[in-house]
């Protein structure tokens, strides 16, 4: 089915008071087109995508959700870590800005592998500090992409690190 033939079902966004904000976005058939097709067996993979910037965090989110996955998003490395902690959709992927306003790309990404040392991460950065890049390549961290990012690397970049997963 092409997307043009989706119909883009509404952001659902909860505010929560930390500021933390979960968009659970779908491409939905149309209904002719639900009806005849069999149910997915298969649960869409999900991406926990780290932006502080809501310019950038949409554009991304809504290029995503286009490619079929369910994504959340966080502005904070705080609130990407209680949505990692929240026993919600298992994340299959994370999308990182390292220049994040409350903690460095570095101590988010080890804080992250010391309770999920195999989860793919997707490091995105403006200006990438050359000792911060080598110490995110000792924690595991092999895909890099500098901003601004064209969004059609980016999705073969989550696809590449869903694959290298499985």
Known sequence: MKHDECLFHATLDLLFANHLTIRNLSLLPRTEDALMSPPQSRRQPTILLVEDDELVSDAITRILVREGYLV???ATGH??????RTPASPIDVIVL??????VSGADLCARLR???PNLPVIVCTGAADPDEVRELRSLGIT????????LDQLVDGVRRALADRN
Do not use: V
């Not at 609130?79 to 990692?84: N, R, S």
């Open 72 to 74: 959340l998003t966080a």
């Open 79 to 84: 609130d990407a870590i209680g949505l990692l």
């Open 97 to 102: 800005d390292i220049g994040l306003p409350d």
């Open 114 to 116: 010391e309770f999920l």
């Open 143 to 150: 895909h890099f992409f500098s901003k601004p990012i064209a």
